[in-house]
């Protein structure tokens, strides 16, 4: 087997891709449906945004806390849980967005139920996180860990481009109600095989209290210029170049391509990044990675602007590939440069942290994104958004030069 394919070799983390397959399928086509649904029913912009925020907020505020139980738990025990309560939040949602049940309820209550579930979910992100991130970490050989971004992130891009393609045009022609027993169905699969997978006992015992516990991964990151120094980058401009809560209006108003159109729209971005992803399987972006990074931000910069100006759908739609491609070179890099840095006692703990700054800067950069939206319209948001993350990355440049020349073997915790 060519090195392409070196982190396939292991089985455990062949089985944790394919849990994760299932579950971001599932998980993806909740969001867009959900998101457009909310849309559907009370035209607000705002709430499109505070959509995202929900989620977020128990995303962050419990971050650290789940890192410190990762760090202490059975992995896959965790996980199975975590599936667990998602599960019954989509059943939740399935069964009050009935039309036989919502006679009994009006829409401002029903909105107020999926905004709690979906503020559930995030309780269930703010764990996911951590426990993803260390199984996926110690099913791989250090010397794999490049090859398995790749491969994990193709499987996370695969799930988001079927998940929403799927999901709108289940939705578009048999309604809600059909795209959510699809999604039940997609995380009971997630759940069965998470079952395969091995146990991962802990390998940190923890002999101070919770809080200094914390403030020990707290530290390390802030102390490591480098890993800082990719999550400020990605935080800023994924909360400034963040579009996809706009993207209902965009295929509902400006685009004017319906529910099915917004699925297209949402899964061009992940085929993009699934593209790149598999390319980087065979031509590494690591010899250079902090060259790399920059430019693959500024391409993605530029590819929001681009789209936010676009009136022709199709040409929207390779805008979206593009920034999707783009973005995935970030992940990447991103994720190998916190692979190398940290230590195996430290990975829950420190991948809460990053989750604080990166995977929780999608749903604000979104509030933000319908804030802007709200008050100087759809268009000039995006925009003005774009032209932000390009001078993030112009200032991150300059601030980082001495990166620039380093090679992936230059990656190590005293930088």
């Keep these: 087997m060519s ?16 849990t994760r397959l299932f579950f971001t399928f599932a998980y993806q086509m909740q969001t867009v449906i959900t998101g457009f649904y909310i849309y559907h029913l009370t035209e607000s912009v705002f709430l499109l945004g505070l959509f995202g925020l929900f989620e977020a907020v128990p995303a962050i505020t419990i971050a650290l806390y ?4 990762a760090d202490k738990s059975e992995k896959r025990k965790m996980l199975l849980w975590i599936y667990t309560a998602v599960l019954f939040c989509s059943l939740v949602l ?6 036989s049940v919502q006679v009994f309820i009006s829409t401002a209550v029903l909105i107020k139920i999926i905004f709690f579930l979906v503020f559930c979910n995030g309780i269930a992100r703010a764990f996911l996180g951590p426990a993803n991130f260390t199984i996926y970490t110690e099913s791989l050989p250090k010397e794999a860990y490049a090859n398995g971004n790749s491969w994990n992130s193709t499987v996370r891009q695969t799930g988001s481009i079927l998940g929403p393609a799927v999901g709108g045009i289940v939705y578009g022609y048999f309604g809600i109600t059909a795209a959510l027993v699809l999604i039940v169905l997609f995380i009971l699969m997630a759940l069965i095989t998470a079952c395969f997978l091995n146990k991962y006992p ?6 101070e209290n919770f809080w200094k516990s914390l403030a020990v991964g707290i530290q390390f990151v802030f102390r490591n210029k480098m890993m800082l120094g990719a999550m400020s980058l990605d935080l800023f401009a994924v909360f400034f170049g963040g579009f996809v809560a706009l993207l209902p209006v965009f295929a509902n108003d400006i685009l004017k391509v319906g529910p099915q159109g917004l699925g297209l729209m949402r899964a061009s971005t992940s085929t993009g990044a699934i593209l790149v992803m598999l390319l980087m399987t065979k031509y590494s972006p690591m010899h250079k990675p902090w060259r790399n990074l920059l430019l693959a931000i500024t391409g993605f910069g530029l590819s929001i602007i681009c789209f936010g100006i676009s009136k022709n759908f199709y040409l929207s739609l390779f805008l979206l590939f593009a920034s999707g491609g783009f973005d995935s070179v970030n992940m990447l890099i991103r994720g190998t440069i916190m692979q190398l840095l940290t230590p195996d006692t430290m990975r829950g703990r420190v991948s809460a942290v990053t989750s604080m700054f990166i995977d929780s800067s999608n749903e604000i950069g979104d509030f933000e994104s319908g804030t802007v939206a709200g008050l100087i319209g759809t268009v000039p948001a995006v925009v003005v958004g774009g032209c932000i993350t390009l001078t993030v990355v112009g200032i991150t440049y300059c601030k980082t030069k001495k990166y620039m020349s380093f090679s992936i073997g230059d990656i190590h915790p005293e930088i």
């Design 202 to 207: 802990p390998v940190f015992t923890p002999k």
């Design 94 to 99: 399935l069964c009050v967005t009935m039309t």
């Design 66 to 69: 789940g890192g410190y139980i």
């Design 3 to 18: 090195e392409s394919f070196a982190a396939l070799r292991c089985r455990d983390f062949r089985v944790y891709i394919g």
